[in-house]
T-cell receptor
Framework: DADVTQTPRNRITKTGKRIMLECSQT?????MYWYRQDPGLGLRLIYY???????NKGEISDGYSVSRQAQAKFSLSLESAIPNQTALYFC?????????????FGPGTRLTVL | GEDVEQSLFLSVREGDSSVINCTYT??????LYWYKQEPGAGLQLLTY?????DMKQDQRLTVLLNKKDKHLSLRIADTQTGDSAIYFC????????????FGSGTRLSIRP
């Protein structure tokens, strides 16, 4: 079984709709991250969380919100989707106790906003 | 600010060596990484190097770090078709040890 899972894997929606992307992990890691990937731009950090009570903005948080419901779950919401939020979204986790901060990625969610 | 740059594409012949290059701006980076993304999958850590090292070798992979020029490279010896992927250079800035800054990724394609 995959250690970091994301649902859905693909989603097509319309402008103005509210969308939630879910991430679950069985690795027991405290830290969780949401990134978006756009061609030629690499990965950009949207939000991250070090604990259930901890939420931090990344470099491109506008238009997004997150919820850390439990240690194992981290959800990303688009309150009112717009076409330039069309991208590949990745959830990742890391372990506080790892010196080199390796991040473990889910398989991604491809979101298309029409 | 923190920035990581790499070329977008590289094409090599099967069996040759591939060299993927990266430059970064943060001179106080603690760790530098190479992540691999295969088609339809998330990123996976390939190798990493601590900032006080110059070189790291792991089987077919050689990482070279030139701190003076802020240049990181990944050499893949005897490149195989299974090495086709996007390779991301990344760094952890000293100012924020829990974050990773990724480059744009280099797509490596293999010619027969």
């Amino acid at each position: 079984d995959a250690d970091v899972t994301q649902t859905p894997r693909n989603r097509i929606t319309k402008t103005g709709k509210r969308i939630m992307l879910e991430c679950s992990q069985t690795k027991g890691h405290d830290r969780m991250y949401w990134y978006r990937q756009d061609p030629g731009l690499g990965l950009r950090l949207i939000y991250y969380s070090f604990d259930v009570k901890d939420i931090n903005k990344g470099e491109i948080s506008d238009g997004y919100s997150v919820s850390r419901q439990a240690q194992a779950k981290f959800s990303l919401s688009l309150e009112s989707a717009i076409p330039n939020q069309t991208a590949l979204y990745f959830c990742a986790t890391s372990d506080l106790g790892t010196s080199h901060n390796e991040q473990f990625f889910g398989p991604g969610t491809r979101l298309t906003v029409l | 600010g923190e920035d990581v740059e790499q070329s977008l594409f590289l094409s090599v012949r099967e069996g040759d060596s591939s060299v993927i290059n990266c430059t970064y701006t943060d001179s106080s980076s603690t760790y530098l990484y190479w992540y691999k993304q295969e088609p339809g999958a998330g990123l996976q850590l390939l190798t990493y190097i601590f900032s006080n090292m110059d070189m790291k070798q792991d089987q077919r992979l050689t990482v070279l770090l030139n701190k003076k020029d802020k240049h990181l490279s990944l050499r893949i010896a005897d490149t195989q078709t299974g090495d086709s992927a996007i390779y991301f250079c990344a760094e952890t800035p000293y100012s924020s040890a829990s974050k990773i800054i990724f480059g744009s990724g280099t797509r490596l394609s293999i010619r027969p």
